[in-house]
């Protein structure tokens, strides 16, 4: 699962640490030290999940929460805290944070807590497409392949969407044509050949296992 996470955290050390166990996950995460700094962050570029400190200088993550639920934005917030009374929980929580973790806390259950909001999240999203450790966005057009960003032109994603909205699934040349180039398409069938080509260079770039098979005198199937 690869996702963009924001941590907002004032302590430099524990950001770093936090930051580098989730890079190692395969997860893209941006860094801000203050509030401000990080509900700006989350505002002009909207990330999958955010992790907020508690008690920062400035603009408290509270505060910053509170501020991002009234935008509108659903996105999972674990708050970072060393505050553990039950009113603090609830305080947390009606500030809009879907979860609480309590300083000083294991890095496996943050991981864990991690793991199971973008699960969630992506499991309920139709614009999200999900098969191994491939992913593919239709609002933002974002292709990731086992944490690596991969550019595609308008054909190779409207192709890959394709694939990807029909797993284990065999699909014949004449339905790609129908679906990905539409009813009057009249050019070389070939065609389709030539963008599994391309589709298979850059998602096997850095060596990765093929996805795309082919199925001979049919068509082409996502499966492992």
Known sequence: MTANILLVEDEVKLARFVELELSYEGYTISVAHDGFSGLTMARESPPD????????????????????????????????????????????????????????FSIEELLARVRAHLRRTQESDPDVLHFEDLSLNRRTREIVRAGRSIELTAKEFDLLDYLLSHPRQVITRDQILEKVWGYDFMGDSNIIEVYVRYLRLKLEENGEKRVIQTVRGVGYVLRD
């Open 49 to 104: 999940l955010v992790i907020l400190d508690w008690m920062m200088p400035g603009m408290t993550g509270i505060e910053v929460c509170r501020r991002l639920r009234a935008t509108g934005s659903k996105t999972p917030i674990i708050l970072l805290t060393a505050k553990d009374e039950v009113s603090d929980r609830v305080t947390g929580l009606d500030a809009g944070a879907d979860d609480y973790v309590v300083k000083p």
